[in-house]
């Protein structure tokens, strides 16, 4: 079975300092991998996601994330924060070919952005 | 497009009474869940959907029911609420045609059941 650790609940930052939110994932088999993000009081929104080819993905908002097979790691990073980004972030699995698109979903990472 | 609308956006339940959660969406997707929301917990997979007239369980589908008569609506319905189930519910959806794998959100109905 797929899981998902995200290994900070609550990431404090300066605006305008780079980020790093940390996501590990436990498969047997080949993943997809997604970076969602949830501003206050609003439904996730996806972010990025790698189903294949470059390791290195770009998402909205000028973030990114690498996945590296090898340390099964997909951290997101953003080089400068801005108070905009403060929301929190969920990281998710899903199986490529199934048939009904289930993710499964990290417990979220609180991005603080500190003035 | 409105996308995936919910109603209501909040909701106070007494123990016992049951109610229903509306989802919508008008992209046209074949896929739909639910999902329920509880701080410090990610997200729980209630129940879903592949098509009109088709539903299975996902990870937490214990004191819901849900239907899929048509392709844009998907009500999960809640019976004899307690308050475990106190919680934002999420519906989402998505389309397997383009294989993006990317699930729309709705923006939650916040139930408390007291």
């Known amino acids: 079975a797929q899981s998902v650790t995200q290994l900070d609940s609550q990431v404090p930052v300066f605006e305008e300092a780079p980020v790093e939110l940390r996501c590990n994932y436990s498969?047997?088999?080949?993943?997809?991998l997604f970076w969602y993000v949830q501003y206050p009081n609003q439904g996730l929104q996806l972010l990025l996601k790698y189903l294949s080819g470059s390791t290195l993905v770009k998402g909205i908002n000028g973030f990114e994330a690498e996945f590296n097979k090898s340390q099964t790691s997909f951290h997101l990073r953003k080089p400068s924060v801005h108070i905009s980004d403060t929301a929190e972030y969920f990281c998710?699995?899903?199986?490529?070919?199934?048939?009904?698109?289930?993710?499964?979903f990290g417990k979220g990472t609180r991005l603080h952005i500190l003035p | 497009n409105a996308g995936v609308t919910q109603t209501p956006k909040f909701r106070i339940l007494k123990i016992g009474q049951s109610m229903t959660l509306q989802c919508t969406q008008d992209?046209?997707?074949?896929?739909m869940y639910w999902y329920r929301q509880d701080p410090g917990m990610g997200l729980k997979l209630i129940y879903y959907s592949v098509g009109a007239g088709i539903t299975d369980k996902g990870e937490v589908p214990n004191g819901y029911n849900v239907s899929r008569s048509t392709t844009e609506d998907f009500p999960l319905r809640l019976e004899l609420a307690a308050p475990s189930q106190t919680s934002v519910y999420f519906c989402?959806?998505?389309?397997?045609?383009?294989?993006?794998?990317?699930?729309?959100f709705g923006p939650g109905t916040r139930l408390t059941v007291t």
């Open positions: 992209m046209n997707h074949n896929y």
């Open positions: 989402a959806s998505s389309y397997s045609g383009t294989l993006s794998y990317e699930q729309y």
């Open positions: 998710a699995v899903s199986l490529p070919l199934n048939r009904d698109d289930k993710i499964i």
């Open positions: 498969s047997s088999v080949s993943v997809y």
